[in-house]
């Protein structure tokens, strides 16, 4: 245990105490303990320490101006900015006018040209009725007499404050400028979102867990001395500072010390809600409000305080938006390279990076909650409508049609799926499940395709609205494939002889049971009732159906080596592929529904398999 103590400005003293982490040690056997350093920007040990405190005092003073800074920097420094800032783009349908200090109000547009500022938050479990357009209202609000700010809730009175103190009238904020009661609006209004977030000039990010909490004024201060502009986290320490080259013998400064504390951006109460993803995601400049003050951009990401220990991995949230919004660029002025351009009947070599970008956006997203299951593609569907221009590619429920085989290879972390207690996609597409979706170990780029998209449709509940809800779908897929029979035999799952002769399952290296254990992972697999009531099985129906879609052929398999009695024509492959089970849906019709996938199963057979196929309508 470490004990460091200070004394304030206000002479009193100020305590951590820190534990040591020895597990984690970078040298086994030795302690170790890490510790932030802070120096304010008017202090002489500012020379010697990079890292500023947090701001505690958001959206106004210093704060602000260090908020201009940043804008003023991006509008001169930056060319990928400067291009966003020269398109020029029709203003959204409606926009909030900021008339004075007291009043706002609705405006139509009729689509002019523009600069306005874009509001993403969290709504939380409902927005006050003064935050919520509806067909009784939209009329007053659209006059002169507009609505008042102080009615309106705080995180929304903030977001129209921050605005005006940038210089800038406008503000789209979509409860107010989306009718909500009116199906028709809502649904063109969806529609044009990846424009609206798009164009906008800037997009505040209020990091809040409901419209009703505020996000400027001070923040993370003393109780005691609300006064002090220093976080309460922080212990001061007075030393001699020496600059180097300098010729004065040092000078007397203070440090302030924390315990090592990360910032955690997908921590942030906005990156935890669906349908933010995509207002940060396609904005070219976000301003955020959160734990910490954060300008993101496609040149640079800064904190107003705190270690800037920012991640631009691919797998990182910043990384993952920045990528995207490179790739937009370059989309905007022509250069994208011509391998990335698609409208051949596959995906070229470097499209598969961009399909690959889609996963992790999928991923990203699906971690997120939604308040209403409906909107599980709409939540999506302004990033979506950007892709595709991408990747010039058609859209079916979440799914790509040029990268179809690889994109139905979606699972889970966990050993079971909650399907959607109301209908909202086929259940071939990501967006039929509420649960976190990934895709791992995808076939390789030298793979074999087994399987062929015959037929497949996701019909859009409304032309307005085609990257929306869907109101049907389906797939047909022709592809090697054989049943399986699952029965519980002295507490163990078998699988019966396929249909096809002489195939074999290896015995070697218990492939067979590894074949089953990623078929029945989630037979066993049990749900927690957050009820307390009994937990709910899931079960894999007696009989299903594998398809093959991938295949990978090993080419130093050797038959003897695996001590087995095969002839000349015994393979060796690699599969992946979809388990599927026949569903009724009426006189006539033989349609199924996906389980599950499968990825990396070694299985042995001869050509055989590669002749018998089947043609499976999964809906």
């Known amino acids: 245990m470490v004990t460091i103590r ?4 206000l002479g009193e003293t100020t305590t951590l105490t820190t534990f040591f982490h020895t597990p984690e040690s970078s040298h086994p056997g030795t302690p170790e303990c890490v510790l932030e350093l802070h120096a304010p920007f008017n202090d002489p040990a500012r020379h010697l320490i990079d890292t500023r405190p947090l701001t505690t005092s958001r959206g106004e003073g210093d704060n602000l101006e260090v908020i201009k800074s940043w804008l003023n920097s991006c509008q001169l420094g930056h060319a990928l900015c ?43 479990s409902e927005p006050t009725g003064s935050a919520m357009s509806k067909r009784a209202n939209l009329r007053v609000r659209l006059s002169q007499d507009g609505l008042c700010r102080a009615d309106l809730p705080a995180t929304i009175r903030d977001g129209i404050t921050v605005t005006e103190r940038l210089g800038i009238k406008y503000i789209w904020i979509d409860s107010l400028c ?22 906008s000039f800037l997009t505040i990010a209020a990091s809040t867990p409901s419209a009703t909490t505020g996000f400027i004024g001070k923040w993370g201060r003393c109780e005691k001395h609300p006064d002090s502009p220093l976080p309460r986290d922080l212990v001061p320490l007075d030393v001699f500072a020496h600059i180097h080259d300098s010729k004065d013998s ?60 920012w991640s631009f991995e691919q797998n990182d949230l910043e990384g993952t938006r920045r990528e995207f919004q490179v790739q937009l660029c370059k989309l905007e002025k022509g250069d994208l390279d011509s391998e990335m351009i698609s409208g051949s009947p596959g995906p070229t070599n470097g499209m598969r990076d961009m399909y690959s970008l889609w996963h992790r956006l999928v991923g990203t997203y699906s971690r997120r909650a939604i308040s209403y299951p409906a909107d599980k593609l709409p939540a999506i569907s302004a990033v979506a409508a950007e892709f595709s221009k991408l990747a010039n590619d058609t ?46 170990r995808q076939p390789p780029d030298n793979a074999t395709l087994l399987a062929e998209v015959l037929e497949v449709e996701a019909v859009p509940l409304t032309e307005v609205a085609p990257f929306g809800e869907v109101q049907r779908g389906s797939l047909v897929i022709s592809g090697p494939s054989f049943p399986v029979t699952i029965k519980d035999d002295e507490g163990r799952k078998k699988i019966s002889e396929p249909w096809i002769k002489d195939f074999k399952f290896t015995p070697g290296n218990s492939e067979r049971e590894m074949f089953l254990e990623s078929l029945t992972s989630f037979v066993d697999s049990t749900e927690k009732d957050p009820e307390g009531g009994e937990k709910k099985e899931f079960e894999l129906p007696d009989e299903s159906f594998v398809v093959c879609i991938y ?25 992946w592929g979809l388990v599927l089970t026949q569903v009724d849906t009426g006189p006539g019709k033989q349609s199924f529904e996906r389980l599950l996938s499968f990825s990396e199963i070694l299985v042995t057979t001869d050509e055989s398999l590669f002749s018998n196929t089947q043609k499976f309508r999964i809906i």
Request: charge should be negative.
């Open 6 to 9: 200070g004394n304030n400005e």
């Open 82 to 124: 400067q291009q966003r800032d020269n398109v020029s783009a029709n203003l959204p349908s409606r926009l909030v006018e900021i008339v004075d200090s007291r009043i706002v109000r609705l405006i139509e547009t009729a689509g002019e040209v523009g600069r306005y500022v874009a509001l993403s938050y969290c709504w939380g």
């Open 178 to 199: 989306i009718v909500q009661d009116d199906t028709e609006d809502k649904h063109a209004e969806l529609g044009k979102m990846s424009q609206y977030y798009r164009n």
């Open 250 to 309: 040092g000078v007397a400064g203070k440090i302030y010390v924390r315990e090592e504390n990360p910032y955690q951006l997908h921590e942030e109460p906005i990156n935890k809600r669906g349908w933010t993803l995509q207002e940060c995601i396609l904005a070219p400049r976000v301003l955020l409000f959160g734990s910490r003050v954060i300008w993101f951009c496609q040149h640079m990401t800064h904190s107003d305080g705190g270690i800037e220990d």
């Open 395 to 440: 859209y079916l429920a979440g799914l790509w049609r040029l990268n179809l085989p690889r994109d139905l290879l979606w699972t889970t972390p966990e050993a079971f799926t909650h399907r959607s207690k109301t209908w909202r996609a086929p259940t071939w597409s990501w967006a039929s499940v509420d649960d976190a979706i990934i895709y791992k």
């Open 551 to 575: 295949g990978k052929r090993d080419e130093l398999f050797r038959s003897n080596e695996m001590g087995i009695d095969m002839d000349d024509t015994t393979q060796r492959w690699m599969m």
